[in-house]
């Protein structure tokens, strides 16, 4: 079993930045791909960015392609999500996933374990 805790979330004006953090605990972190999705009221959740286990592989969507970096901190159990930029249609809850193979997916359906949630709200 695995367990995600996000934190980091809040409001911020559109332009700004946020950095969210994942903190796992109860498995080999360290072997696990990990991403970021997001759930906007009345949409699908969606992809937003996956790292795989050693940190030198990632994917972004193109919705967030030069505004949002993910990376990880193996030694910390922790899988970080910074991002610059903000607009107000990123305003959605963030959750982190943990899949139980190491190299990255884009695929909700392919995760694990996942994270209450954190929500993100950007104001114009």
């Known amino acids: 079993q695995v367990q995600l805790v996000e934190s980091g979330g809040g409001l911020v004006q559109a332009g700004g930045s946020l950095r969210l953090s994942c903190a796992a605990s109860g498995r080999a972190f360290s072997s696990s791909a990990m991403g970021w999705f997001r759930q906007a009221p009345g949409k699908e959740r969606e992809f937003v960015a996956t790292i795989n286990w050693r940190g030198d592989v990632t994917r972004y969507a193109d919705s967030v392609k030069g505004r949002f970096t993910i990376s990880r901190d193996n030694a910390k159990n922790t899988v970080y999500l910074q991002m610059n930029s903000l607009k107000p249609e990123d305003t959605a809850v963030y959750y982190c996933?943990?899949?139980?193979?190491?190299?990255?997916?884009?695929?909700?359906?392919?995760?694990?374990?996942w994270g209450q949630g954190i929500q993100v709200t950007v104001s114009s």
């Open positions: 996933a943990a899949r139980a193979y190491s190299t990255t997916n884009v695929y909700p359906h392919e995760y694990d374990y």
